[in-house]
Nanobody, 117 residues
Framework: QVQLVESGGGLVQPGGSLRLSCAAS????????MGWYRQAPGKQRELVAS???????NYADSVKGRFTISRDNAKNTVYLQMNSLKPEDTAVYYC???????????WGQGTQVTVSS
């Protein structure tokens, strides 16, 4: 059973930056497409960015040019570099398999990102 542990969230002012990390247990991480998702209060969970096992990336329109997803298969870790943060980026951020996967691994606890002055 793969376990996912997200970290790196926090409180940041508008225009600031954060780097999120997601560590995954299990040897199958390297062959899986991965994604970062977020859920704001009262809203559904949405896909923010995804990366294939060959490092091809895709982004939601709302974060294009500001966020960068990357992965380190040797460390079983996927990252999300978030720049030029906006208040509307406030949410709990989760990682999991990519959006085209037939199933998701159990969701981790997520990491809270709050963008506020």
């Amino acid at each position: 059973q793969v376990q996912l542990v997200e970290s790196g969230g926090g409180l940041v002012q508008p225009g600031g930056s954060l780097r999120l990390s997601c560590a995954a247990s299990g040897s199958i991480f390297s062959i899986a497409a991965m994604g970062w998702y977020r859920q704001a209060p009262g809203k559904q969970r949405e896909l923010v960015a995804s990366i294939t096992n060959t490092a091809s990336t895709n982004y939601a329109d709302s974060v294009k040019g500001r966020f960068t997803i990357s992965r380190d298969n040797a460390k079983n870790t996927v990252y999300l570099q978030m720049n030029s943060l906006k208040p509307e980026d406030t949410a709990v951020y989760y990682c999991n398999k990519g959006p085209r996967s037939s199933y998701f691994w159990p969701w981790g606890q997520g990491t809270q990102v709050t963008v506020s002055s």
